[in-house]
């Protein structure tokens, strides 16, 4: 985004961000990271293992029940869209989109609130969350460690690994658009997941060019 393009937004967010402060509140609207358009997975003709998509950690600074956006890259100043938040709890916001992700791409159920059926193998996954940024005109960005640790299946391995994902916000609706990139980020993060998975934990593919693997152990 130019330097004018970003000069023209900001003062219209600052003025959003007070309006909300002053006279009555606007009705509040809400986000999900769970996309419409995902696909719903084909059952399997037989299911070989489940996974457990474990509770999600996130930075303590973008997990308010408000969208925080920043205004500019690095370290920019934080600022609270009051009128604009979350339909639930960040980190449950994204294990709920990892799971969508990785039910479609894997065909397995997660039984993450229910007890693993007896003797089927459980795929566990665990992901921490770095830096959840939606920063004013794009990009956004997701930084994660996670890692897939398997239960009672044969010849596979946990892997830990980190992944960056940095992606521009398109379109012109400033907060819609950035909460679009960072549901396709959550998306191709669960694919990369579920590629280590699919493999054994042998290895992870980047699910596209705009995932980065910073090395897995």
């Not at 009555?24 to 037989?46: C, D, F, K, V």
């Not at 969208?67 to 960040?90: C, H, I, K």
């Not at 012109?172 to 579920?194: F, K, M, P, R």
Request: contains cysteine; proline residues 8%.
């Amino acid at each position: 985004m130019s330097v004018v393009s970003r000069k023209l937004i900001l003062p219209a967010l600052a003025m959003a961000v007070l309006l909300t402060g002053c006279g009555g509140s606007p009705n509040a609207r809400y986000y999900t990271l769970q996309s419409s358009s995902q696909a719903i997975p084909a059952a399997p003709a037989r299911i070989e293992y489940q996974i457990e998509v474990a509770p999600v950690s996130v930075p303590e600074q973008a997990d308010q029940p408000q969208l925080m956006l920043r205004d500019g890259p690095g370290e920019g100043e934080l600022m609270p869209m009051y009128s604009d938040r979350w339909s639930a709890p960040l980190g449950n916001e994204i294990r709920s989109a990892l799971a969508d992700t990785l039910t479609a791409k894997l065909g397995a159920l997660d039984v993450n609130s229910l007890a693993p059926a007896r003797d089927v193998p459980v795929w566990r996954v665990q992901a921490n969350v770095q830096r959840f940024d939606m920063i004013v005109g794009g990009p956004v960005r997701l930084d994660a460690t996670w890692r897939v640790r398997p239960i009672k299946v044969s010849g596979a391995a946990p892997l830990l690994c980190r992944t960056v994902i940095e992606l521009p916000a398109q379109g012109n609706a400033v907060v819609g658009s950035l909460v679009e990139a960072q549901q396709q980020a959550v998306a191709l993060l669960g694919q990369t997941i579920a590629s280590a998975i699919e493999s054994g934990g042998a290895r992870a593919l980047p699910a596209s060019a705009d995932v980065r693997l910073l090395g897995c152990a």
